[in-house]
């Protein structure tokens, strides 16, 4: 059985009202269990009910999992449910347990099994190999990419879980990437991760008002670990690998940074010293530790002074835009009929 039309129009509205309905489930259950974390950047400290991932999750893997009934989806569905999975249960456990910057690398490494898994089963449905970039079209990186592919899923999730440290960014950037793979799967005619990339984003969608400044709910690693590794699946799956490099650019540049200032592979709860600090105004400051990492935030305060949490977001959110915009440009300029 084909997909019907209409359900690419309604996935999205269907995973923004489930999700927006299991935030509040999460908000009740996390606070009455004590499931809260501190939010670091208010000057009170508040504690704030944290898991909103779950949520994320929900809202996707419902919609999502009524594509299995689809022949023309049912591998595709599989495989990207599964590395959703995957990835939430290695978050959730990192949520409890802390588990260390080497350790979470080489476990969000494996959750590219799946995709290969569904590769060997059908690889007319799920082809790896020949990547699609602009202008110069498919490439034959035979050896390259086989190499680089465990990559295509845990540098995403690595990359968007490093960002996730101010209200509402997470769904924010994400969201602006996914736009952009979105209206580049549209312009290509190529809709074959269509459904789940308006699943993913209508759950966003539903969860930001939520997670937004000032936050109600924090996403947590569940989230921010599972919102990643869609992604990669997604750019995969859809030939979406180079759009999706340049989407993801500022959380790139902001791992890029971190990763050197460190010298490798960290949590960030076992660095010494916070890269920013907030003062007795409540603006944000870049920490003058020499020790202290350097991120993307740290830098955006060293260029522009002192600045609100809200004006921090409202940086790193335009920077996105900026980044989404190129990406969609790429898209376009990839030859036609691939």
């Not at 993307?296 to 809200?310: D, M, N, Y």
């Given at each position: ?256 940074l971190v990763i050197s200032s460190v010298k490798g592979l960290r949590e960030r709860r076992t660095i010494g010293s916070r890269p920013i600090v907030i003062r007795n105004d409540g ?56």
């Amino acid at each position: 059985m084909s997909l019907p039309t209409w359900y690419h129009i309604v996935i999205l509205p269907i995973s923004f009202v489930i999700t927006y309905i299991l935030s509040k489930v999460v908000i009740y259950v996390c606070t009455r269990a004590g499931i809260v974390a501190v939010d670091v950047h208010k000057l009170n400290k508040p504690l704030i009910p944290t898991l909103g991932g779950l949520a994320i999750l929900g809202g996707f893997l419902i919609p999502t999992s009524l594509l299995i009934t689809s022949a023309n989806y049912r591998l595709r569905s599989i495989v990207i449910i599964s590395t959703a999975l995957a990835s939430s249960i290695i978050g959730l456990y990192d949520d409890f347990k802390a588990l260390k910057g080497l350790t979470k690398a080489l476990l969000t490494i494996l959750l590219v099994i799946p995709i290969i898994i569904g590769h060997l089963l059908n690889p007319k449905i799920i082809p790896l190999g020949r990547p699609v970039v602009p202008i110069v079209g498919r490439l034959r990186l035979t050896i390259i990419y086989w190499l680089l592919l465990p990559l295509a899923i845990a540098g995403p999730a690595n990359v968007i879980n490093m960002l996730e440290v101010f209200n509402g960014v997470m769904p924010i950037t994400t969201s602006l990437c996914l736009t952009s793979l979105t209206l580049v799967s549209l312009l290509r005619g190529k809709i074959e991760v269509l459904p789940f990339t308006l699943a993913l984003l209508g759950s966003l969608l539903g969860y930001y008002p939520y997670n937004k400044y000032p936050s109600r709910l924090f996403t947590g690693n569940v989230g921010s670990l599972m919102v990643g590794s869609i992604i990669g699946c997604i750019a995969v799956m859809g030939g979406l690998e180079f759009v999706t490099l340049i989407a993801l650019m500022p959380h790139l540049l902001n791992a890029f940074l971190v990763i050197s200032s460190v010298k490798g592979l960290r949590e960030r709860r076992t660095i010494g010293s916070r890269p920013i600090v907030i003062r007795n105004d409540g603006l944000l400051e870049a920490n003058k530790d020499p020790k202290a990492p350097y991120t993307l935030t740290r830098l955006i305060l060293f260029i522009a002074g002192p600045l609100t949490e809200k004006e921090i977001v409202t940086v790193l959110t335009w920077l996105e835009v900026v980044a989404s915009i190129l990406a969609t440009v790429s898209g376009i300029l990839y030859p036609p009929g691939v």
